[in-house]
């Protein structure tokens, strides 16, 4: 083995770059100004006929004016449950260029009251997002007949 091939490791790993190239206008994105207005364009994504079916974690991206940047399908689990990884949540709003998040997921049940485990995520993406500057804005809890604000309700 050659001096050289000892001391260059550069050929060895990964070099991981980020590339973000905005496709719309912040103008022309939607401004999310309450938990009202992110409901509804929420529940225009979810699919009618799976909403009393399968629990689905959805989170909206929002610029530094509350502009909608993009809608993410976060997790997708079974008929009471879903699990959503931080790390992927925060790795997509930091690609993204994200310094707002809401968490949203529905409930297929239909009862909008937070569980202990949707408060206890609420408060581990809260703490988090601190972290990383990033503002845990709401969690949505989503179902066919309406939602549940746990900003409204005071649990952020």
Not at 12 to 24: D, H
Not at 49 to 55: A, K, P, R, T
Not at 79 to 107: C, E, Q, W, Y
Request: glycine share 4%; charged share 25%.
């Amino acid at each position: 083995m050659s001096k050289k091939n000892k001391t260059d490791v550069s050929n060895q790993f990964e070099e991981v770059s980020l590339v973000y190239r905005n496709k719309t206008r912040a103008i022309d994105r939607p401004k999310i100004e309450s938990a009202e207005c992110a409901y509804r364009i929420l529940k225009s994504t979810w699919d009618q006929d799976q909403i009393s079916l399968v629990e689905e974690a959805k989170v909206m991206f929002l610029d530094n004016q509350l502009r909608l940047m993009s809608i993410s399908t976060v997790s997708k689990g079974g008929m009471s449950g879903t699990v959503i990884d931080p790390r992927i949540v925060f790795a997509t709003a930091l690609k993204r260029r994200s310094s707002t998040i809401i968490l949203s997921h529905n409930h297929p049940s239909g009862n909008l009251k937070p569980s202990h485990a949707d408060l206890s995520l609420t408060k581990k993406f809260y703490d988090a997002g601190k972290l990383l500057e990033i503002t845990v804005a709401d969690h949505l809890i989503i179902s066919s007949e309406g939602y549940c604000s746990l900003a409204n309700e005071g649990y952020i």
